[in-house]
Structures are given as C-alpha cells and as structure tokens.
Antibody
C-alpha cells in the first residue's frame, strides 16, 4: 500500500525555522516527483513546492520562494521541506503528495496520493 | 485569489446532477494543460477524483465525470448522494508561474 506520513510540524515564532519530513512507502520513491501542498485554516489548497525524482529540478510558489527549500533523500525514501523566515501566513496544514503524470513532462503532473498532513502554526 | 476560478458553493438534492465549473486563462487551461479534480471530505486529506480532464482512478464511481474545453473545465456529479458532500478542487499547471495551481474550491452541499 502506498503511504505518505508527514512529521515535523509545530508552533514556531515569526522569523523562525522548521523542517518538515515526509516518509514514503509502498512505491519506488526515486522514480516519482513529489510535492508539498498546504491548506491554511478554513481556506483552500495552495501548492507550495515540487521536486522531480532525481532531485535535480525544484519548483516553488512565489509565496515561499527564497524562504523554503525542498529536498529529498532517495536512500531514505524521505521528502523534506526546510522552512525559514516563517510568517503568520505560513500557518497551515502541510500535505506531501506523490506526483504522477499523464506524460513525462512536469506540466502533466497531478497528485495521486496524499499524506494526512502536519500542522504548522506561526505565532508569537 | 486563486489562479483557477471556481464557484464557492453548489448544492443539489439526492439523486440530482450538479456541475462544478473551473475557469482558467491562456497560461494554464488555455495553454492546453490538463485539469485534474480532487475531493476533500471534512477533516480528511484530498483524494484524486479525475485526472487528465476526464479519467477516473480505480475506485472512483462513474457518477463522477470531467470535461475541458479551451479555458474552461467542469466536474459533473450525477445521482447525487449524501456522501458526496465535500469540497472539490480543480488543479492544473501554469506556464507563467512555472508551477501547479489550484482553484479556490467549491463546497458541495447535498440538500
């Protein structure tokens, strides 16, 4: 069974840092691009960042560019999101998701498996 | 403000049909990128419902169908059931933003 389990969320002060992890199982992790999607309280889904299977290409939403860094360790089947310079508007549930594509280009990707999420609260 | 535009809410009685629209621009749906749909039940992680405009993953009932034309897409739900009450999101790729985008979500209420 394909499974994604996030961890690392918590309460952090504005300007602080957190590192989220997503442990993957049930599929060949290195073969698939992965992504982070967040959902602020009472709001909709917002794509945050993505990374291809090899890790050599990364993508970021403008709202987090320069503050967040996505990475992966294919030997540990784990996806990461390093979040620096945190702001109140980063408060959200952060889901990791597995990408699948109807073609080989990143433009074809959609999220076929989602984790339950980890909660990040940024407040003083 | 979301890149893809959805109505905030729709409703229908059990057994009826509802349609949820998703409107994009020439940078996403109009550029030929596919639309995908997700269902989020209250308090639960999103679930893939439709991919590549009109394809259902295994296990998704054929009451759910999708279509796309130009800068618009829609999700149709027929034979509405109480368990369909959820939030629905469309998603695509945006070439101007060089990333993936979601609609603002539509809350479906089964009357």
């Amino acid at each position: 069974e394909v499974q994604l389990v996030e961890s690392g969320g918590g309460l952090e002060q504005p300007g602080g840092s957190l590192r989220l992890s997503c442990a993957a199982s049930g599929f060949t992790f290195s073969s698939f691009a992965m992504t982070w999607v967040r959902q602020a309280p009472g709001k909709g889904l917002e794509w945050v960042s993505g990374i291809i299977g090899s890790g050599v290409r990364t993508y970021y939403a403008d709202s987090v560019k320069g503050r967040f860094t996505i990475s992966r360790d294919n030997s540990r089947n784990t996806l990461y999101l390093q979040m620096n310079s945190l702001r109140g508007e980063d408060t959200a549930v952060y889901h990791c998701a597995k990408f699948r594509g109807y073609c080989s280009e990143a433009t074809c990707y959609y999220m076929d498996v989602w984790g339950k999420g980890t909660t990040v609260t940024v407040s003083s | 403000q979301s890149v893809l535009t959805q109505p905030p809410s729709v409703s229908g009685a059990p057994g009826q049909r509802v349609t949820i629209s998703c409107t994009g621009t020439s940078s996403n749906l109009g550029a030929g990128y596919a639309v995908h749909w997700y269902q989020q039940l209250p308090g639960i992680a999103p679930k893939l419902l439709i991919y590549d405009n009109n394809n259902r993953p295994s296990g998704v009932p054929d009451r759910f169908s999708g279509s796309k034309s130009g800068t618009s897409a829609s999700l149709d739900i027929t034979g509405l059931q109480a368990e369909d009450e959820a939030d629905y999101y469309c998603q695509s790729f945006d070439i101007s933003l060089s990333g993936w985008v979601f609609g603002g979500g539509t809350k479906l209420t089964v009357l």
